[in-house]
């Protein structure tokens, strides 16, 4: 089993949807929570750190779910340029990431 | 640029010759990191430097992997006698603060595409 397991995909909604992804992860030891988006053929780049307070910017809302072990993103009101691979993170200790194997997205017009 | 840059961005290897991929951090950062990601997957830990000395290199798959970063800026990553599983793309990540300083944030390269034929 991997440390950080992600739902199956691909996710495809059309445009104005909501659409959630969920993430686990293994180790109780997990210290900090982030998404990333990665395009085709591009890096992972950052999308938001998880808190577990819960956290939002614009469309787009984290949660953290420590005692079972899971991470959320909800993506309102979705875009065509919403589409992407979804990637969850988890450090047990800060710096070293271990990742989901992703989630693809895809909004049809 | 002033993102991680990465060198080859392609490379084609026959089975058996080594490779050596070429990492520019971003400048000062302290911290930087590979991965390697196979299509499909997630990207891997491989290791991880802060300045010059390599803190944790337990992600690397065999012994045919080293990695470098000798001053504490540019950074090599040395595969000998590529094997067809070595196929994937390699990212080079940093960051400003050591990796102990929780919520820092690393910067991808776009990677080194490595087929192994």
């Known amino acids: 089993r991997k440390e950080v397991e992600q739902d199956p995909g691909p996710f495809n909604v059309p445009e104005g949807a909501t659409v959630a992804f969920n993430c686990t992860y293994s180790?109780?030891?997990?210290?900090?929570f982030f998404w990333y988006r990665q395009d085709c053929r591009k890096e992972p780049k950052l999308l938001m750190s998880?808190?577990?307070s819960g956290n939002e910017d614009g469309r787009f809302t984290a949660q953290l779910n420590r005692a079972s072990q899971y991470i959320s993103l909800l993506i309102r009101d979705s875009k065509l340029s919403d589409s992407a691979t979804y990637l969850c993170a988890v450090n047990k200790r800060a710096g070293k990431s271990t990742f989901g194997d992703g989630t693809t997205l895809t909004v049809k017009p | 640029g002033a993102g991680v840059s990465q060198s080859p961005r392609y490379k084609v290897a026959k089975r058996g010759q080594d490779v050596a991929l070429r990492c520019d951090p971003i400048s000062g950062h302290v911290s930087l990191f590979w991965y390697q990601q196979a299509l499909g997957q997630g990207p891997e830990f491989l290791t991880y430097?802060?300045?010059?000395?390599?803190?944790?290199k337990s992600g690397l798959p065999s012994d045919r992997f080293f990695a470098e970063r000798p001053e504490g800026s540019v950074s090599t990553l040395k595969i000998q006698r590529t094997q067809q599983e070595d196929s994937a793309v390699y990212l080079c990540?940093?960051?400003?603060?050591?990796?102990?300083?929780?919520?820092?944030?690393?910067?991808f390269g776009e990677g080194s595409w490595l087929t192994v034929v």
């Open positions: 998880v808190y577990s």
């Open positions: 430097f802060q300045n010059e000395a390599q803190l944790d």
């Open positions: 180790n109780s030891a997990s210290q900090s």
């Open positions: 990540a940093s960051s400003l603060a050591p990796s102990y300083l929780s919520g820092n944030t690393i910067y």
